[in-house]
């Protein structure tokens, strides 16, 4: 009886003639995770349902910054209007000025004014300060100053460093913190005048020497703002 040879055994692990073995290649690819945002089915080892891997994520959107430069069309705030002026405030009014009355005759308006005179300084007022009104005929110390020439009788004015004398119709812009009037003579309507006129040259305080009492005959000085007058024991 012929005896055949026993066929070798083939291995399942061994793949056949024209069957391609596996490569490392394709278990990588197995194992690698598809790009993009969806996930790839990889199949079990064990032959179950294939295991669904995610892919990675996807990089988040680079965010541009906001732009803070001012659109140039878009308009900015507009200027506010400049205030229009308004009228004219009134100029401040002086505060009334005080005015005494110093009882005398005629005759003695000059003597009246002088102790007038040394009663102010005494009290501390600068020389400078006062200013001497007649009515009647000049004061023996404007006849003194006008003796040396008008110049200089003016220029003592211009100074300012001692007491002024002059006639009740001085013209010269002259203002002093206080002025004493002595009326010496003349008119009672020269008088009311010089009244008002020695206002205007006065300040603060206003002393009447002779004449009629302003408080009976005040209608000039109330018209000037001048305070009501108090008067003083001759």
Request: aromatic residues 4%; hydrophobic residues 35%; contains cysteine.
């Amino acid at each position: 009886m012929p005896v055949f040879p026993e066929e070798p055994e083939i291995s399942e692990s061994i793949p056949g003639p024209g069957v391609p073995g596996p490569r490392a290649s394709d278990a990588q690819a197995r194992r690698a995770p598809a790009t993009g945002g969806a996930t790839t089915a990889v199949p079990s080892a064990a032959g179950g349902a294939p295991v669904q891997v995610p892919g990675p994520r996807p990089a988040p959107r680079p965010t541009q910054p906001r732009s803070t430069a001012a659109r140039a069309d878009r308009p900015g705030p507009s200027p506010k209007p400049s205030p229009k002026p308004g009228p004219p405030r009134p100029a401040p009014r002086p505060a009334s000025v005080e005015v005494r009355h110093v009882p005398a005759v005629e005759a003695e308006a000059l003597d009246r004014a002088d102790e007038t005179v040394d009663q102010l300084l005494d009290a501390g007022r600068e020389p400078g300060t006062v200013l001497v009104l007649t009515v009647g005929a000049a004061h023996p110390w404007q006849q003194h100053e006008l003796s040396f020439g008008e110049e200089r009788y003016w220029a003592q004015l211009a100074e300012g460093g001692d007491v002024f004398y002059a006639d009740a119709e001085l013209t010269r812009p002259v203002r002093r913190p206080v002025v004493v009037l002595a009326v010496n003579g003349g008119p009672a309507d020269r008088a009311a005048a010089a009244y008002a006129k020695a206002l205007q040259h006065a300040e603060t305080l206003l002393v009447i020497c002779g004449g009629t009492d302003p408080s009976t005959t005040g209608a000039p000085l109330a018209a000037a703002g001048a305070a009501a007058p108090r008067r003083l024991p001759a």
